[in-house]
């Protein structure tokens, strides 16, 4: 079955602080799809990256990027300089190949001016 | 591009009565579609997959007699709470998969449901 774990359940930073917010999943496929989305207190969620198990490589995007390790099962995501408008509730997601998406129980993020 | 919709955003009903929640892939097709109930504070929680002109398939402790889910077409789904009461009061949240986006879901902005 597969699992998803964050175990960080509230984090609270002050603006310009770098932030890793970690993730940890289980699964018995070796096709599958890791996904990070954030929720702001509108209660959208927003998709902001996935990777296939395929691919180890590590991604950047603006002060966002994202470490990707088979080898520890972890998607961890770093926001640098982080800003008040950061502030929201990250879900860290896992999908096996053609099946539903499970989600983490979510790390709630406060950045603080 | 991958813009889902989700129609009220908002609803407040009498316990008995049905409310029905409609979900729509705005600029592409989506053969298959989730419904999701979120918790205050909690994660999502997977209530039932949508198939385009198919049956639904709920998740176990999910009844389907009270969550009825169509997809009649290639843009719609719609979840129907039958019968609401208080404890139907959440979070609903559907989703739409891309195809050939490596199963990447997007997520409609949620209609908050309140049964008085």
């Known amino acids: 079955a597969q699992k998803v774990t964050q175990a960080q359940t509230e984090i609270s930073v002050v603006e310009k602080e770098d932030v890793t917010l970690d993730c940890v999943y289980e699964?018995?496929?070796?096709?599958?799809?890791l996904f990070w989305y954030k929720q702001p207190p509108s209660g959208e969620l927003v998709f902001l990256i996935r990777?296939?198990?395929?691919?180890?490589q590590n991604e950047i995007s603006g002060r966002y990027s994202w470490n990707f390790q088979k080898s520890t099962s972890s998607f961890n995501f770093t926001i640098t300089a982080s800003q008040v408008v950061d502030s929201a509730v990250y879900f860290c997601a896992l999908s096996e190949y053609r099946s539903d998406m499970r989600f983490g129980a979510g790390t709630r993020l406060t950045v603080k001016p | 591009g991958a813009v889902v919709s989700q129609h009220p955003s908002r609803v407040i009903c009498k316990s008995g009565t049905s409310v029905k929640i409609e979900c729509r892939s705005l600029d592409f097709q989506a053969t298959t579609m989730f419904w999701y109930r979120q918790f205050p504070k909690k994660s999502l929680m997977l209530m039932a997959t949508s198939n385009e002109g198919s049956k639904a398939t709920y998740e176990q402790g999910v009844e389907k007699d009270k969550f009825l889910i169509n997809h009649a077409s290639l843009t719609l789904s719609t979840l129907t709470v039958t019968s609401a009461h208080p404890e139907d009061s959440s979070f609903y949240i559907c989703s739409a998969r891309l195809a050939g986006a490596g199963d990447t879901q997007y997520f409609g902005p949620g209609t908050r449901l309140t049964v008085l």
């Open positions: 699964t018995r496929d070796t096709t599958y799809y």
């Open positions: 990777r296939n198990s395929f691919d180890e």
